[in-house]
């Protein structure tokens, strides 16, 4: 055990010692000391000794912490404690200060004994960095990744891969140390293959690149998708060409072209740049045309066609430069031939006589014209790629050749073989028709006439286009006068398939066209008017027979069928036409049906088949709707009017305004009561007056109107009286905001005939009373 006069001796040998006064042990040291005397081997003394002299200078720390690890070299705690300290200590100074070589020492001999432990390394490391000691610092972390097991690696890397990062760390170094970081996690390869780039370093990156997307389990870090990566290798292989060795770099564009189906205009560019940058340019010409006869849309084709182009161009510009330069050139050298002497100058002239073959000028002009000449085909060839069943693209491919009969007929030839009538845009019976049409324009019909023969054999997607091509192919018969083959035709199109045909479609399973385009009504209306123009009353009338046995027929074709036989004289057969109309449609369209049937009707026999006439009227009617009898009543009305008794008009008028619907009622009430004031004389309006009043089926206003019109008649009629108590009933339907003009009547009325009953007069805003 230490006396009391231990700390005092140490203070008085302390000079001899070299130590400063501030590192003296005081007073207040002294229980400290003697429980480090006591137990130097425990950490809990010296411990509380350094939180006890926390507040001491750091010199005087250092002693204690010294002393302190001189007899437990192993305490983690300590040494952690230690070296924080002293970095704190350091930071401040400059990086040449003493105080950092004192510190890496420090360093170097805690790792000694704590080299297991990855805190005090990463310490250590970020301290050599921060002192930009590269050489010793890149030798630090080769020891600490020897001394650290591997699962706390990551830990060290991210510190090693700062050091390479750094603008002092030679290229060669940053890059060894990339490569064997991708040993430990290889996940981080686009880290590497951009400090590759960023070096020049392109053989390398190249390598890395493919390696990459040779590997179907990589997954960027970066976000980035193969088809980015994929782009950034074309671009290092284009435009590093010449420093990039032993990779094809045409099997991998091509590989990423069949890949990538999107954005491959890049890809087929960049190929065709890479046998630029290695002066094969008939390679390049071939990559681009190529490219322009694959892409798939207009955006990737335009990209590949404006590199085409620029690349054309470019040629043609550096051969136009070098005739320019040698022209320049074999002016100086005939200088120099006259001054050296003749017979220079004879053996250069004679020399020049034979042809150049290598001035291709002209071709490369005519290559370049060719090229934008062709863009209009080129970019239809991308749109039928697209969608080759596009009829109209074809029509419009077509054009591009106005003036090159062959390519016309080649384009057509493909695009009847190419087009399924099943997935076709657009109506590709067209296709057939124009084909025929430019043949029959060139008078070959004979080979008009086999395209058409053929169309007729497509299984088109809706009975209309086939029948259209039965119709064009007769109408091209007719402008040639063929009358009888374009009968036939038609008698052709619209004959009936057998049942036996009908039962081997049936049991395929699938119904073509054909056997269903002799039910189509543009068929059997462009027949019926071929037989009209060119064949006999009877076979126009076994057409018409046909079409409506086949129940195909159209309100139109029934008139059209009637005007016919009435013309021909077959009024009786016109008449049962329309009796077959009118049983076949419904009122909506049978109601031109009707009215002209009626009206024939009527105009044929007059009086004579009153009654008949009536039954056709009352039938009529019975089968319209409300809202179309008004037309039929009418015309029945006027027939009774003109052939029949006014009494059974003034019925038919009774029974209109009943089946009217409300809206027409007023209409017809005015009309019912024109008539009967015309046919039997004024007063006898009375009664229907008061039934349209007293019906219950008239809107207010229309009541208001028509008390208005009856007290106008009674007034003329002179029946005073009467007319006002119609004014005092219609007041019941009126209100004096809404119809003003009716009180105003009223009281202009009873002004005139001075009729007011009281002391009080209506005012002509309404029934409000005044005094007289």
């Known amino acids: 055990m230490p006396s009391a006069t231990a700390v005092p001796v140490a203070v008085a040998a302390a000079p001899a010692l070299g130590i400063s006064p501030e590192m003296y042990p005081t007073e207040d040291d002294l229980p400290y000391e003697e429980e480090i005397l006591r137990e130097p081997f425990k950490l809990k003394g010296w411990w509380r000794y350094l939180v006890a002299g926390a507040a001491a200078p750091f010199a005087k720390r250092a002693v204690i912490y010294e002393r302190a690890l001189k007899v437990l070299p192993g305490s983690y705690k ?4 230690y070296l924080r300290e002293r970095l704190d200590h350091a930071r401040p100074r400059p990086v040449s200060h003493s105080a950092y070589a004192s510190l890496n020492n420090t360093f170097e001999r805690a790792l000694a004994a704590m080299h297991k432990m990855p805190h005090v390394w990463v310490l250590y490391l970020n301290s050599l960095l921060d002192q930009r000691l590269l050489t010793r610092a890149r030798r630090a972390f080769d020891r600490a ?5 591997v699962t706390q690696h990551d830990r060290i890397w991210p510190l090693y891969l700062r050091l390479a990062s750094l603008p002092a760390c030679p290229v060669e170094t940053s890059l060894r140390v990339f490569r064997r970081y991708l040993q430990y996690d290889p996940s981080h390869a686009e880290d590497f293959i951009d400090s590759l780039i960023s070096a020049n370093r392109w053989q390398e990156s190249a390598d890395r690149l493919a390696s990459v997307l040779n590997d179907d389990s990589f997954r960027s870090v970066k ?4 088809h980015q990566l994929w782009l950034e290798l074309c671009e290092i292989l284009t435009k590093h060409a010449d420093e990039v060795a032993g990779l094809k770099v045409d099997a991998i564009l091509q590989g990423g072209i069949r890949k990538f189906t999107n954005e491959v205009g890049k890809l ?3 190929l065709a740049d890479y046998y630029v940058r290695r002066t094969l340019h008939e390679k390049a010409r071939d990559v681009f045309e190529e490219g322009v006869a694959s892409v798939m849309t207009v955006q990737e084709f335009s990209v590949v066609f404006e590199a085409f182009t620029q690349f054309e161009q470019s040629m043609l510009a550096a051969k136009l430069e070098a005739a320019e330069e040698e022209d320049v050139w074999s002016e100086g050298e005939g200088e120099a031939v006259r001054k050296n002497g003749v017979e220079k100058l004879s053996k250069k002239f004679l020399a020049g006589c034979w042809p150049n073959d290598e001035d291709d000028t002209d071709l490369r002009l005519a290559r370049f014209e060719r090229l934008l000449d062709r863009r209009p085909e080129l970019l239809s060839s991308v749109l039928l790629r697209q969608n080759p069943h596009n009829v109209e693209e074809w029509h419009r491919r077509v054009k591009l050749f106005e003036k090159d009969p062959a390519r016309q007929v080649a384009t057509y030839v493909e695009a009847v073989k190419t087009v399924d009538p099943m997935k076709a845009a657009g109506k590709p019976h067209t296709l057939w028709v124009v084909f025929a049409k430019m043949y029959e324009k060139h008078n070959h019909l004979d080979s008009a006439e086999e395209i058409f023969k053929r169309a007729t054999q497509v299984n088109f997607k809706a009975v209309d286009h086939l029948a259209s091509i039965w119709c064009e192919w007769a109408e091209m018969e007719l402008r040639h006068n063929n009358f009888d083959k374009a009968i036939e035709l038609m008698r052709q199109a619209t004959a009936e398939p057998s049942v036996e045909v009908k039962r081997r479609a049936a049991a395929e399973g699938d119904e073509p066209v054909q056997l269903k385009v002799h039910k189509s009504l543009k068929l059997w209306s462009f027949y019926v008017d071929l037989e009209e123009s060119l064949g006999t009353l009877e076979s126009t009338r076994a057409v018409y027979e046909r079409i409506l046995d086949l129940r195909i027929a159209t309100p139109q074709i029934i008139l059209n069928y009637a005007f016919l036989l009435e013309e021909n004289k077959y009024f009786e057969d016109a008449f049962k036409v329309y009796e077959r109309g009118v049983k076949i449609f419904k009122f909506r369209h049978v109601k031109d049906i009707w009215v002209t049937y009626l009206t024939k009707f009527v105009r044929r026999y007059q009086r004579s088949k009153l009654e008949r006439a ?4 009352d039938e009529a009617v019975k089968q319209a709707p409300p809202q179309e009898k008004k037309a039929i009543y009418l015309q029945y009305a006027k027939v009774e009017e003109d052939y029949g008794l006014a009494k059974r008009a003034m019925n038919v008028y009774e029974e209109a305004v009943r089946a009217l619907p409300n809206s027409e009622k007023m209409g017809m009430y005015e009309i019912y009561i024109a008539r ?5 004389g004024v007063p006898i309006t009375r009664q229907i007056y008061e039934q349209a009043i007293e019906s219950g089926c008239l809107p207010d206003r229309d009541v208001m109107t028509m008390c208005m019109k009856f007290a106008e008649l009674e007034r003329n009629l002179g029946e005073i009286d009467r007319a006002r108590s ?5 007041s019941n339907y009126t209100d004096p905001n809404s119809h003003p003009e009716f ?8 002004i005139q005939h001075d009729t007011f009953h009281s002391p009080r007069v209506l005012d002509a805003e309404g029934p409000e009373a005044k005094p007289r």
């Open 78 to 81: 300590l040494w952690h404690a």
């Open 145 to 149: 990744l020897r001394a650290l097991p």
């Open 223 to 226: 976000g980035k998708t193969r």
């Open 268 to 270: 087929w560019t960049s």
């Open 614 to 617: 009536r039954e056709l009227f």
């Open 676 to 680: 009967a004031a015309e046919l039997f």
């Open 726 to 730: 119609i004014y005092v009933h219609a």
């Open 743 to 750: 009180w105003k009547k009223w009281n202009e009325f009873e």
